[in-house]
């Protein structure tokens, strides 16, 4: 007859130790994290383009946010939208995208699809994006005509400075 090594005892006392439920709660879902803060912006038309759009951004925690953006333009026309830090009044691309002043693209190209209005002239994307607004800094949602060149946020045909509104 064996007796049981030092190990065994160790690792049966880890298990039965593990056996209790964990109340750590596990979230697979982005959706399931918490909204912390909302984003809203309205874009006007810079002349003499006629598109418009209305943005909501629902910041999450779990370092991601649900975006709806809403665009009003001319029938069948597709459009390119991205958010970028800096407002309206800033028309100048960063260097590389990461010098302090200029137009510092927000996420990924890839986050933004691009939006075809219907025969009204209307159309509403949702996207999920990854990547943490902050509240200090000031951003803004541009749109342009659909177009094969990187969009640097440069002259759109319209923009909209993002607003910030904590949950509490």
């Not at 879902?29 to 810079?46: D, M």
């Not at 209005?117 to 509240?135: F, M």
Request: with cysteine; aromatic share 8%.
């Amino acid at each position: 007859m064996h007796r049981p090594s030092a190990l065994l005892l160790f690792v049966l006392a880890a298990l039965a130790a593990c056996s209790g439920s964990n109340p750590a709660e596990v979230r697979t879902e982005g959706t399931t994290f918490p909204i912390v803060a909302n984003w809203t912006a309205t874009s006007s038309p810079i002349a003499p383009a006629t598109v418009t759009g209305a943005l909501t951004v629902k910041q999450r925690l779990g370092f991601h946010a649900d975006v709806t953006f809403s665009v009003t333009g001319p029938p069948n026309a597709a459009f390119q939208w991205r958010i970028f830090k800096r407002d309206c009044s800033v028309n100048v691309a960063a260097v590389n995208n990461t010098a302090a002043t200029g137009l510092v693209l927000f996420a990924t190209t890839q986050s933004y699809p691009d939006v075809t209005l219907d025969a009204a002239g209307k159309a509403t994307v949702t996207s999920e994006i990854a990547g943490w607004l902050d509240s200090l800094t000031a951003y803004s949602v541009r749109i342009r005509p659909t177009a094969t060149t990187t969009f640097t946020g440069v002259n759109p045909a319209a923009c909209g400075n993002l607003q910030y509104a904590p949950v509490k």
